[in-house]
């Protein structure tokens, strides 16, 4: 699932609303003039902040409705959501119609994410200093001009180049997405309401995508698909040209050391992106070219970290980034995308394994949708600051309980058998994110709109290189338990038992209208009987991942909770001190 980003023209505007910015002296009539120190954006050591520039007069979004931006933040968010889904939720169809390998196709994901993991960091200091009208334009029309160029893919090489342009030109609809969402919402609502519902929209896209996929794939093909993502792009394209955000005060964003540190950090985290999404495939130590990637990932990051070390104003604030506050909630993120790759990669998957297809999935994917919306509702209505750790100890409690229900699955087990567990995980996964992005912005405004970059660098990484992440560790922990349960399985299995030898004749007896050798006849069956002892090895691997997960959140919550009675009688003691 990708996030987005809230431009600094709102940074000012909600903090003030939340009390975690102190209101400038400019904000009031002047009494005094403000010196370096009461500049939002001033930091010990950073250097003055760049000067802004004049800006627009009046917003240009002040006569118009309230329920057009909505419509238009919900319109970006599904163009976005489709073409990243797209590919990511339907990789066994999508080979059928490019003749790929799964190892093949699993390139286009790669191909996508390489560039848009890291991309939205360096866009929000563009669209600083460019502007934001100017920004949206030009991002939605080239986002247009690249799904005009996927209709005339027709092999797999040429649909893995344009699946790159494709994550390059994606990187700002969901920061556009979730502008529109706040740009009519008074500054007190931004956090409140804005961000749950502009996330609640995020977590509805896979469910949607996957929803619409089967049928437009049966009427147009791939081409169908490209012709869909086409026409969300120029319906975009013109809500923004007709619906124009307003634009904050343009200041000078970018240093020339931002050429040398951000190419560093993406190719760093490019690197790791295709390795965490080819890696389980090609297997971890049988491809040479993962460690390569590896190593160089780790090379340029370091070379990165080690340059804004030594920058008055670097591109992205290490020292507060390995503070032990920043360090445990990048934590948190971290292990909430991990638990909740149960849904979006393990749990559909499985039914992948037992032969279903998309179009029997539709069912399940609407309650994950049902379930979304009603979770970023509550959310909305529970949300104040302070009640984050409580709601995420809720998170992990349904986590934990629909990953122990999942874990008694059968090759029997239906779409309909996990409808209340997977109904679970979306509401988990629907009131996780507002909360923790709420803090983590309370936490940036506190020391100042220079610090948010950083923020928006922990909260892409671990949502998006986490749940890569995610897939990859338990991806590898389903092939290694699947190899596991397969051995133990055909230990007990030999053909001199009666029982495994009447098996095999009932399932040969399916050829015995083609099929006179009865060696041929013998071995049919015993290659039925394999697929079989797979198909149960991998029902029992999926099983072993599901409780695994379960275990995990239960640890998780039992932490929290070990933390927050830490933090009470310490709070205690103090003001008993104190008193």
């Known amino acids: 699932m990708r996030t987005a ?51 627009p007069a009046a917003s240009p979004a002040a006569g118009l409705p309230s329920y057009a931006y909505f419509a238009t933040s919900a319109l970006l968010l599904l163009t976005q959501g489709f073409g990243m889904n797209m590919i990511a ?63 005339f893919v027709t092999d797999l090489d040429a649909a893995i180049a344009v699946r790159f342009f494709a994550g390059v030109a994606a990187a700002p609809l969901s920061s556009l997405g979730f502008l529109y969402m706040i740009e009519k919402l008074p500054p007190e609502r931004k956090l409140r309401h804005g961000i749950p519902a502009a996330l609640t929209l995020i977590a509805l896209m896979p469910s949607l995508t996957r ?24 319906a975009s394209l013109c809500a923004i040209y007709l619906l124009p955000l307003t634009s904050p005060p343009l200041i000078r964003a970018i240093e020339r050391l931002d050429f040398v540190s951000y190419p560093l950090m993406a190719v760093g985290l490019g690197a790791m992106a295709i390795v965490l999404s080819t890696g389980r495939l090609y297997w971890w130590f049988e491809a040479p070219w993962l460690g390569e990637l590896l190593v160089l990932s780790i090379v340029c990051l370091t070379l990165a970290i080690v340059i804004d070390l030594n920058r008055a104003r670097p591109f992205i604030d290490v020292r507060w980034l390995l503070s032990p506050a920043m360090l445990h909630f990048t934590a948190v993120l971290l292990l909430f995308r991990l638990l909740l790759t149960e849904q979006t990669a393990s749990a559909t998957n499985f039914f992948l394994v037992l032969g279903l297809q998309s179009d029997q999935l539709t069912g399940l994917y609407t309650v994950i949708a049902i379930a979304a919306v009603i979770g970023g509702t509550v959310c909305a209505l529970v ?13 992990l409690m349904l986590i934990a309980a629909g990953a122990w229900m999942d874990s008694y699955a059968t090759n029997l087990t239906r779409p309909h058998d996990i409808y209340i567990s997977q109904a679970l995980m979306a509401l988990a996964s629907a009131m996780f994110l507002p909360p923790a992005m709420a803090q983590g912005i309370a936490e940036a405004f506190k020391r100042g709109p220079n610090h948010f970059l950083t923020f ?59 099929l006179t050798d009865r060696a041929l006849l013998n071995a049919e069956g015993t290659s039925l009987l394999a697929q079989r002892i797979t198909r149960e090895a991998n029902v029992l691997a999926y099983n072993d991942v599901f409780l695994a997960i379960a275990a995990l959140s239960l640890l998780a919550a039992i932490g929290l909770v070990l933390h927050l009675a830490f933090n009470a009688i310490r709070f205690r003691m103090r003001d008993a001190v104190a008193a």
Not at 213 to 234: D, K, S
Not at 383 to 395: A, Q, T
Request: proline share 7%; hydrophobic share 45%; net charge neutral.
């Open 89 to 151: 939720g339907n990789l066994p169809q999508l080979q059928g119609a490019f003749s790929a390998t799964q190892n093949e196709a699993a390139w286009l994901i790669a191909a996508y994410l390489a560039p848009n993991v890291s991309l939205s960091m360096a866009l929000v200091k563009v669209r600083n200093q460019y502007g934001l009208r100017r920004f949206a334009e030009c991002g939605i029309l080239v986002f247009t001009l690249v799904c005009i160029l996927h209709l």
């Open 211 to 234: 929803i619409m996929f089967p049928t437009l794939f049966e009427i147009g093909g791939v081409h169908g698909l490209y012709l869909f993502e086409l026409g969300l792009a120029m």
């Open 456 to 514: 928006i660098l922990v909260f892409l990484a671990t949502q998006n290189i986490g749940g890569q992440l995610g897939s990859a560790v338990f991806g590898t922990m389903i092939t290694l338990r699947e190899k596991f349960h397969s051995n133990v399985l055909a230990q007990s299995i030999t053909l001199t038992d009666p029982l495994v030898s009447n098996r095999v004749s009932q399932m040969s007896s399916t050829y015995g209208h083609t």
């Open 383 to 395: 949300n104040r600051p302070g009640r984050e750790p409580y709601i995420h100890l809720v998170c």
């Open 5 to 55: 980003i809230i431009s600094d023209g709102e940074i000012h505007a909600i903090g003030k609303a939340t009390g975690a910015v102190p209101i400038a002296a400019n904000d009031d009539p002047p009494q005094r003039a403000a010196g370096p120190a009461d500049r939002p954006g001033h930091a010990a050591g950073a250097g003055p902040s760049p000067a802004p520039q004049a800006g």
